[in-house]
């Protein structure tokens, strides 16, 4: 195994990639009880289009089809995997996001079994028609659900606006039509092209022994016998910024309107060490501009454009990253006009000082240092930024190197009027 040493954090990562493909993590924690392990698939939704294993056209699947298969894992050929992982003490769960598939448990005890457990449901298909078929009336409720969530609608709305044909614009779990037309044989075709150990990870972090855990993990992989590894072959719909639709809103049973401005990028082709850096400008120049503590979020609040359910976040993963800002407002017009002007004129905004971003600075070096006390934050992480090199333990020294006019010239090239867009969710006429 190769170890890398975060002398400044007292932490330590340990990392091993099998024989089949499979990249290991471990990151013991000494004083912690639990231990909490991820194993996750580089496939999510927007994975609708690909070249399927040994075929040489790309084939376009159902949207909600990744998704669709996390659902269907869980049930193996002796019933559902989570009575397995309780009748051992741990839990599991699973979730399904725009580029990835995770499947995390955490427990206290029995670290080998839980292991096999974990890597032998997700390794181990089993789907037949008849379960398939009643998935779909699960995931049918599921999606209705989130219909009805004016939240939902309007996250969804604004990224229709920024990308009307990139199939991020469908909702993780598909529409209920789409998913109508999922069998047997396409799951195991994106099973067999994704859930290959070269394009999987796995995650531990806790009280564990590094050579111990490894001795377990290759005593389950050893006997397995699996494909060939390919190079997974994607494919994603050309886009420019004239397709960006502008503005749009929709009706729904709230009493208050809710807006958001989103801002479309063009960064995620970074290589690791600079697309970490660049995750962290933008967190920066976002709270200079729309924190708490600048005077922009104190005027909005004065007058009454904004509440507590103002936010604005950076999302950055492959193939699309966008800025997205707004909440709850009674003048949705006025609030998304002001977060405009704000973006077009964030040179002149007097919270752009370099008093204010050495206090930014501070912040974010307390929610990292923070986010290092759980495991659960750490383990996510690792995920939400699968680098090779660089990992959330390089976040410190990389916010302590950035410098006031690196984020002022992010600024300029990242607000541009041509990638903005407005979604607008407001009460339905009576």
């Given at each position: 195994m190769d170890m890398k040493v975060y002398k400044h954090l007292e932490e330590n990562i340990y990392t091993e990639k099998l024989e089949n493909g499979l990249q290991v993590k471990l990151i013991p924690k000494k004083e912690y009880k639990k231990i909490y392990a991820v194993l996750f698939v580089d496939f999510g939704s927007v994975d609708q289009m690909f070249?399927?294993?040994?075929?040489?056209?790309?084939?376009?699947?159902?949207?909600?089809?990744?998704?669709?298969?996390?659902?269907?894992l869980f049930e193996t050929e002796d019933g559902d995997v989570s009575n397995i992982f309780s009748s051992q003490g741990a839990s599991v769960n699973a979730y399904t996001s725009n580029t990835k598939t995770a499947y995390m448990c955490s427990f206290t005890s029995k670290l080998q079994q839980n292991i096999d457990v974990l890597l032998n449901f997700v390794q181990t298909p089993h789907f037949t028609h008849h379960s398939v078929e009643d998935e779909k009336s699960i995931i049918t409720q599921e999606i209705q659900m989130y219909k009805d969530d004016p939240d939902w609608n309007l996250s969804l709305g604004l990224i229709e606006n920024l990308y009307p044909k990139h199939p991020l614009r469908i909702d993780v779990a598909g529409t209920v039509e789409?998913?109508?037309?999922?069998?047997?044989?396409?799951l195991m075709t994106n099973y067999d092209t994704f859930y290959h150990p070269s394009n999987v990870q796995l995650i531990l972090i806790g009280n564990l022994n590094p050579n111990e855990a490894i001795k377990y993990i290759k005593e389950n992989q050893e006997p397995k016998i699996f494909l060939p590894p390919v190079v997974?072959?994607?494919?994603?719909?050309?886009?420019?910024?004239t397709d960006i639709l502008k503005y749009r809103e929709t009706r729904f049973p709230v009493n208050i309107p809710k807006v958001l401005v989103g801002v479309k990028g063009d960064?995620?082709?970074l290589e690791e060490k600079a697309a970490l850096r660049h995750i962290i400008k933008m967190e920066i120049l976002l709270d200079l501009l729309f924190?708490?503590?600048s005077s922009t979020y104190l005027s909005l609040y004065n007058d009454e454009l904004i509440d507590d359910s103002f936010s604005f976040d950076y999302i950055f993963e492959r193939s699309f990253d966008y800025v997205s800002i707004g909440g709850d407002s009674k003048f949705p017009e006025k609030l998304a006009s002001s977060i405009k002007h704000v973006l077009l004129n964030d040179q002149r905004s007097q919270d752009m000082t370099i008093e204010h971003f050495s206090l930014i600075k501070k912040k974010l070096t307390g929610q990292y240092i923070q986010e290092l006390n759980s495991l659960e934050a750490i383990a996510h992480q690792f995920v939400e930024l699968p680098f090779e090199e660089i990992t959330i333990f390089d976040s410190l020294s990389l916010l302590e190197s950035i410098t006031f006019e690196e984020v002022k010239n992010i600024a300029r090239?990242?607000?541009?009027?041509?990638?903005i867009s407005v979604f607008s969710?407001?009460?339905?006429?009576s």
């Amino acid at each position: 195994m190769d170890m890398k040493v975060y002398k400044h954090l007292e932490e330590n990562i340990y990392t091993e990639k099998l024989e089949n493909g499979l990249q290991v993590k471990l990151i013991p924690k000494k004083e912690y009880k639990k231990i909490y392990a991820v194993l996750f698939v580089d496939f999510g939704s927007v994975d609708q289009m690909f070249m399927p294993r040994g075929e040489s056209e790309y084939k376009s699947f159902p949207y909600g089809i990744a998704h669709f298969l996390e659902h269907k894992l869980f049930e193996t050929e002796d019933g559902d995997v989570s009575n397995i992982f309780s009748s051992q003490g741990a839990s599991v769960n699973a979730y399904t996001s725009n580029t990835k598939t995770a499947y995390m448990c955490s427990f206290t005890s029995k670290l080998q079994q839980n292991i096999d457990v974990l890597l032998n449901f997700v390794q181990t298909p089993h789907f037949t028609h008849h379960s398939v078929e009643d998935e779909k009336s699960i995931i049918t409720q599921e999606i209705q659900m989130y219909k009805d969530d004016p939240d939902w609608n309007l996250s969804l709305g604004l990224i229709e606006n920024l990308y009307p044909k990139h199939p991020l614009r469908i909702d993780v779990a598909g529409t209920v039509e789409s998913i109508q037309s999922i069998d047997v044989e396409m799951l195991m075709t994106n099973y067999d092209t994704f859930y290959h150990p070269s394009n999987v990870q796995l995650i531990l972090i806790g009280n564990l022994n590094p050579n111990e855990a490894i001795k377990y993990i290759k005593e389950n992989q050893e006997p397995k016998i699996f494909l060939p590894p390919v190079v997974i072959d994607r494919s994603f719909p050309d886009e420019a910024e004239t397709d960006i639709l502008k503005y749009r809103e929709t009706r729904f049973p709230v009493n208050i309107p809710k807006v958001l401005v989103g801002v479309k990028g063009d960064k995620y082709n970074l290589e690791e060490k600079a697309a970490l850096r660049h995750i962290i400008k933008m967190e920066i120049l976002l709270d200079l501009l729309f924190g708490d503590t600048s005077s922009t979020y104190l005027s909005l609040y004065n007058d009454e454009l904004i509440d507590d359910s103002f936010s604005f976040d950076y999302i950055f993963e492959r193939s699309f990253d966008y800025v997205s800002i707004g909440g709850d407002s009674k003048f949705p017009e006025k609030l998304a006009s002001s977060i405009k002007h704000v973006l077009l004129n964030d040179q002149r905004s007097q919270d752009m000082t370099i008093e204010h971003f050495s206090l930014i600075k501070k912040k974010l070096t307390g929610q990292y240092i923070q986010e290092l006390n759980s495991l659960e934050a750490i383990a996510h992480q690792f995920v939400e930024l699968p680098f090779e090199e660089i990992t959330i333990f390089d976040s410190l020294s990389l916010l302590e190197s950035i410098t006031f006019e690196e984020v002022k010239n992010i600024a300029r090239d990242y607000f541009r009027e041509e990638v903005i867009s407005v979604f607008s969710v407001k009460p339905r006429k009576s």
